[in-house]
T-cell receptor, first 112, second 114 residues
Framework: KQEVTQIPAALSVPEGENLVLNCSFT??????LQWFRQDPGKGLTSLLL?????REQTSGRLNASLDKSSGRSTLYIAASQPGDSATYLC???????????FGKGTKLSVIP | DGGITQSPKYLFRKEGQNVTLSCEQN?????MYWYRQDPGQGLRLIYY???????QKGDIAEGYSVSREKKESFPLTVTSAQKNPTAFYLC?????????????FGQGTRLTVV
């Protein structure tokens, strides 16, 4: 069974710092990986999708990378802002699968 | 505006009652999904549908039922057989069944058993 792990469960950083969130997965035949943001009591907002043939994707201050050989993805956030405070979830789709398998998320707090 | 609408936002259920959560999308997506989110457990798949009049069980389907009579609608019924229904329920959709594009989520329904 596919498993997705996100460490740490919580992270607190001062405003302006660059930071990296980690996501590891056990499925070597990954199809794609998606990063989401979730604000308290809200649904999920898609941030970036990386196909298995890609190494990274960028959107504004966000950059996500994918390393299938090591089973890892990272989400890099540049120049963090208090508005970035949220829970960040990664989810992978395995080859032959029809569902997203989620990690438990990293709760990010950016301190002004 | 295109998107996924879940209603109601909050729902209270007495023990022994069935309740139905609504999910509507105007994105013309083929695939729709229901997830359950509990603190410390992440999101778990309840049911998914790849096409109208067809749906499949996910990892935790027991105590739940769904229908897909229209492309834009995928309601979830939480039955009295579900022993611990208090949770946050999220509906999602995707253009195609292979999830090769971004999945979109609704704002969720928080169900509480009283």
């Amino acid at each position: 069974k596919q498993e997705v792990t996100q460490i740490p469960a919580a992270l607190s950083v001062p405003e302006g710092e660059n930071l990296v969130l980690n996501c590891s997965f056990t499925d070597s035949a990954i199809y794609n990986l998606q990063w989401f943001r979730q604000d308290p009591g809200k649904g999920l907002t898609s941030l970036l999708l990386i196909q298995s043939s890609q190494r990274e994707q960028t959107s504004g201050r966000l950059n996500a990378s994918l390393d299938k050989s090591s089973g890892r993805s990272t989400l890099y956030i540049a120049a963090s802002q208090p508005g970035d405070s949220a829970t960040y979830l990664c989810a992978e789709v395995g080859a032959g699968s029809y569902q997203l398998t989620f990690g438990k998320g990293t709760k990010l707090s950016v301190i002004p | 505006d295109g998107g996924i609408t879940q209603s109601p936002k909050y729902l209270f259920r007495k023990e022994g009652q069935n309740v139905t959560l609504s999910c509507e999308q105007n994105l013309n997506h083929d695939a729709m999904y229901w997830y359950r989110q509990d603190p410390g457990q992440g999101l778990r798949l309840i049911y998914y549908s790849q096409i109208v009049n067809d749906f499949q069980k996910g990892d935790i389907a027991e105590g739940y039922s769904v229908s897909r009579e229209k492309k834009e609608s995928f309601p979830l019924t939480v039955t009295s057989a579900q022993k611990n229904p208090t949770a946050f329920y999220l509906c999602a959709s995707n253009p195609g069944v292979r999830l090769n594009t971004e999945a979109f989520f609704g704002q969720g329904t928080r169900l509480t058993v009283v």
